[in-house]
């Protein structure tokens, strides 16, 4: 990948579901500091420290599933601020993720939905919700990615 770079074949190469310590193994070895790493993230699933650990190598965050699947949707806290910002839930949780200098990838098979989830610009979630919000329980165990992130950072 590094060698595509180089050749001018590619502009940037990121990872994928790293944890701290793949990160730091990588960064002793790679020549092209990764521009972006993917990873679950949203008010269940925060991967604080993984967040922290790129902003301070300056990758960036893409956050995938940052509606948390569609399960995060009807979470009372969400559907409550969504309320009070006068936004729909699933806008709350893009402008969540985008209030942590992340970008996201959320996933819709409705035309309607997609155009809902981008309308972010001009309004933000005031910082005592946006604490709130960060501070809802943990779902991992409701989400079959999480599985798969507890499994891999076990490895
Ligand atoms: N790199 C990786 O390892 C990895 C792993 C998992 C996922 N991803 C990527 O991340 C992207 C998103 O992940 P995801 O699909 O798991 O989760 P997501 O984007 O958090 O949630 C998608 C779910 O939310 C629903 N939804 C979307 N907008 C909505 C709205 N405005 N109102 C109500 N419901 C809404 C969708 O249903 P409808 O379709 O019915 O609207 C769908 O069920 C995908 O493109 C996927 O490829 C990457």
Known sequence: MEKLV????????GVCNFTIRKLEKLLKLAQTTPSVCQMEMHPGWRNNKMLDACKRN???VTAYSPLGSGNLIHHPVVEMIAKKVNKSPAQVLVKWAFQRGTSVIAKSTHADRIKENIMV?????????????SSIPDQAVYTSHCWLTLIYTAL
Not at 121 to 133: C, H, M, R
Request: aromatic share 8%; hydrophobic share 40%; proline share 4%.
């Open 6 to 13: 180089k050749d001018n074949l590619v502009r940037d190469i």
């Open 58 to 60: 300056g990758i960036h």
């Open 121 to 133: 610009a001009g309004w933000e979630i005031p910082q005592e919700d946006f604490q709130v919000l």
